[in-house]
């Protein structure tokens, strides 16, 4: 089944920085790639996805890119702000397949 | 919609006790996912379901764990007994089509076993 490695596994980044997050995948045939921010004590929700026919996709200052051919996938947020301040988690899936596999998760700290 | 909900929120319980955790989907999405957190391995897939029949149960831990869903609008996870070590939060999601969509998640159920 599908293997995905996401790191590191926290950040610390001051206020106005910007913050990279980075996964790995290991199933060639996996082509849609989520992202999700889950604040404490609260569910995850999705806040940006990209699919495998598409290399770069932003929202405001979140943006995502995908390299097929290493398999791996990131998560960029421009200018942090406090409210970034969550546990990301980046997840896979095929075509085909229908679970997500996610990853281990980024808790995100923004430093006023 | 008011989106997937998942009772109880807090669950306190004796060792060896029946836990049983609930969720009803949002309306209209086929598959059901259901997932335990803890700060040692993330989010961990238990089960899930398509049109409720399930699909594929091999992340269930134990045959403590059992799960239904019985028709569209509701799902159980079971645990019996329950162990400290199942102490977790545990999510249930739905999704409209595969796993290539939006998968929206509950507000989960804290699960303490002491």
């Known amino acids: 089944g599908e293997n995905v490695e996401q790191h590191p596994s926290t950040l610390s980044v001051q206020e106005g920085d910007s913050a990279v997050i980075k996964c790995t995948y290991s199933?060639?045939?996996?082509?849609?790639f989520p992202w999700y921010k889950q604040e404490l004590g609260k569910r995850p929700q999705l806040i940006i996805d990209?699919?495998?026919?598409?290399g770069e996709k932003k929202d405001q200052r979140i943006a995502v890119t995908l390299n097929k051919t290493a398999k791996h996938f990131s998560l960029h947020i421009t200018e942090t702000q406090p409210e970034d301040s969550a546990v990301y988690f980046c997840?896979?899936?095929?075509?085909?397949?229908?679970?997500?596999?996610f990853g281990t998760g980024t808790s995100l700290t923004v430093i006023p | 919609d008011a989106g997937v909900i998942q009772s109880p929120r807090h669950e306190v319980t004796e060792m060896g006790q029946e836990v049983t955790l609930r969720c009803k989907p949002i309306?209209?999405?086929?598959?059901l996912f259901w997932y335990r957190q803890t700060m040692m391995r993330g989010l961990e897939l238990l089960i899930y379901?398509?049109?409720?029949?399930?699909?594929?149960d091999s992340g269930m831990p134990e045959d403590r764990f059992s799960a239904k869903m019985p028709n569209a609008s509701f799902s159980t996870l079971k645990i019996q007994p329950s162990e400290p070590r199942d102490s977790a939060v545990y999510f249930c999601?739905?999704?409209?089509?595969?796993?290539?969509?939006?998968?929206?998640f509950g507000q989960g159920t804290r699960l303490t076993v002491v």
């Open positions: 199933d060639s045939a996996s082509n849609y």
């Open positions: 379901f398509n049109n409720n029949v399930p699909i594929d």
């Open positions: 999601a739905s999704s409209l089509l595969r796993a290539t969509t939006e998968a929206f």
């Open positions: 997840a896979a899936s095929t075509l085909t397949g229908n679970q997500f596999y």
């Open positions: 309306s209209g999405h086929d598959y």
């Open positions: 990209i699919r495998s026919n598409v």
